[in-house]
């Protein structure tokens, strides 16, 4: 009677299934690598960068006024704070955006002829 030592454990692992695990891996990670290099190269492609071609303030106070569950907010504007982006595409078009800054600060550290990304600012066209 041959005595095993009862401490020693030994995995019988078919090597077929230890490459099938490895090739299934090695392609998941590819499908993520693309997925991470190829999608920023068309977010890149859809921004929308312009050169400032004219700033205008237009003096109208408001004042805002929310009730929430958080108590009543209130907020003052001065008036609107407008710059105008001249956007060139690929196809060699270009068209001017109007954008609302709604912010003081921001407005005075755009400078006519900076460029300017109007992506964030841009709301669907609405159809009447």
Same mark, same amino acid.
Not at 39 to 43: C, R
Not at 50 to 76: C, D, H, L, M, S
């Given at each position: 009677?041959?005595?095993?030592?009862?401490?020693?454990?030994?995995?019988? %692992?078919?090597?077929?299934? /230890?490459?099938?695990?490895?090739?299934?891996? &090695?392609?998941?990670? =590819?499908? *993520?690598?693309? @997925? +991470?290099?190829f999608?920023?190269?068309?977010?890149t492609?859809?921004?929308?960068?312009?050169?400032? %071609?004219?700033?205008?303030? /237009?003096?109208?106070?408001?004042?805002?006024? &929310?009730?929430?569950? =958080?108590? *009543?907010?209130? @907020? +003052?504007?001065?008036?609107?704070?407008?710059?105008?982006?001249?956007?060139?595409?690929?196809?060699?078009?270009?068209?001017?955006?109007?954008?609302?800054?709604?912010?003081?600060e921001?407005?005075?550290?755009?400078? *006519?002829?900076?460029?300017?990304?109007?992506?964030?600012?841009?709301?669907?066209?609405?159809?009447?």
């Open positions: 009677m041959s005595k095993s030592d009862p401490r020693k454990v030994e995995v019988k %692992t078919p090597i077929s299934l /230890i490459f099938g695990a490895v090739g299934i891996g &090695v392609l998941v990670l =590819g499908v *993520v690598f693309y @997925a +991470v290099f999608t920023g190269n068309q977010i492609d859809a921004r929308m960068r312009g050169i400032v %071609t004219k700033k205008e303030f /237009i003096a109208q106070r408001e004042e805002q006024v &929310v009730i929430g569950a =958080g108590g *009543v907010a209130a @907020a +003052v504007f001065d008036g609107r704070y407008l710059i105008f982006v001249d956007v060139k595409f690929r196809d060699g078009s270009t068209k001017e955006y109007e954008v609302d800054l709604r912010n003081k921001r407005y005075d550290n755009v400078n *006519v002829g900076d460029e300017f990304d109007v992506g964030a600012y841009v709301q669907p066209e609405t159809v009447p």
